[in-house]
T-cell receptor, first 110, second 114 residues
């Protein structure tokens, strides 16, 4: 089955800096790669996603890149703000099932 | 607003007891999932269902069972709870019709097994 590895497990940045979270996946049949944000005590919610036929996608301060050959994808957050502090999960989806990474706890220090 | 609702939100039980976590949705989605969240281990898939008559095991189905009573309802049961099933459980929904893979999560059910 699919295996998704996510790094780093914790990330601390100063407000205004950029943050990058990286994931690798194992199943070349996976075709959809979402990123979810989970604030403390809340449910995970989708913040951005990318399909296997696209190399990069951007939405304001967040962007995702995908390298299908290397089977890795990354989340980039620019101009970080304290409200970006949360746990971020990557996932890889194949045949209707999503396999998640272990999560990255991002702390943005004011 | 269309939503995914889980009950109970919190439950404390004892080893050996039978527990049922319920999930209902008003999103009209055909696919429903149960995930378990443990600190540092992400979200792991327990069971999933693409339709009322379709039930599939996920990566950690041992010790769990599910029932899809209707398109909108998907229940997770622990026949005989054990302490290492203490976790936060999320129900999620999704649909294939629009070719989007986004999952919509419920608010979670926190289960403690003593």
């Amino acid at each position: 089955g699919e295996n998704v590895e996510q790094h780093p497990s914790t990330l601390s940045v100063q407000e205004g800096d950029s943050a990058v979270i990286k994931c690798t996946y194992s199943d070349s049949a996976s075709n959809y790669f979402p990123w979810y944000k989970q604030e403390l005590g809340k449910r995970p919610q989708l913040i951005i996603d990318i399909r296997s036929n696209v190399g990069e996608k951007k939405d304001q301060r967040i962007a995702v890149t995908l390298n299908k050959t290397a089977k890795h994808f990354s989340l980039h957050i620019t101009e970080t703000q304290p409200e970006d502090s949360a746990v971020y999960f990557c996932a890889a989806r194949n045949a209707g099932k999503s396999t998640f990474g272990d999560g990255t706890t991002l702390t943005v220090k004011p | 607003d269309a939503d995914v609702t889980q009950t109970p939100r919190n439950r404390i039980t004892k080893t050996g007891k039978r527990i049922m976590l319920e999930c209902s949705q008003t999103k009209g989605h055909d696919r429903m999932y149960w995930y378990r969240q443990d600190p540092g281990l992400g979200l792991r898939l327990i069971y999933y269902s693409f339709d009322v008559k379709d039930i599939n095991k996920g990566e950690i189905s041992d010790g769990y069972s599910v029932s899809r009573q209707a398109q909108a309802k998907f229940s997770l049961s622990l026949e005989s709870a054990i302490p290492n099933q203490t976790a936060l459980y999320f129900c999620a929904t999704g649909e294939e019709r629009t070719n989007t893979g986004e999952l919509f999560f419920g608010e979670g059910s926190r289960l403690t097994v003593l």
